[in-house]
Nanobody, 120 residues
Framework: QVQLVESGGGLVQPGGSLRLSCAAS????????MSWYRQVPGKQRELVAG???????NYADSVKGRFTISRDNAKNTVYLQMNSLKPEDTAVYYC??????????????WGQGTQVTVSS
């Protein structure tokens, strides 16, 4: 099994910045895609950003130019640098990973989520 633990959420004023981290642990052989999603009550979870490698990233249109996703493969960790935050960025942010375990099984995994609130 693989566990994902997010950190870095909190309350920030509009225009401010936050950096989310997500560390994967457990019976990891390799991790392919890592992504950040977000969800607000009553709405579907939406993709914010994904990364396969530093040269292969994708972003939701609403965050392009403001958010940057990166990863440290040695630490099995993915980051989301969020700048110029807006009230509409308020949501629970979830990390996901598509990983192969030491038993050579591929599966998708989710973290427990971290709350980001943008408000003055």
């Amino acid at each position: 099994q693989v566990q994902l633990v997010e950190s870095g959420g909190g309350l920030v004023q509009p225009g401010g910045s936050l950096r989310l981290s997500c560390a994967a642990s457990g019976s990891i052989f390799t991790i392919a895609q890592m992504s950040w999603y977000r969800q607000v009550p009553g709405k579907q979870r939406e993709l914010v950003a994904g990364i396969l490698s530093e040269r292969d990233t994708n972003y939701a249109d609403s965050v392009k130019g403001r958010f940057t996703i990166s990863r440290d493969n040695a630490k099995n960790t993915v980051y989301l640098q969020m700048n110029s935050l807006k009230p509409e960025d308020t949501a629970v942010y979830y990390c996901s990973a598509y990983a192969q375990t030491t038993g050579r099984t591929w599966s998708g995994y989710w973290g427990q989520g971290t709350q980001v609130t943008v408000s003055s």
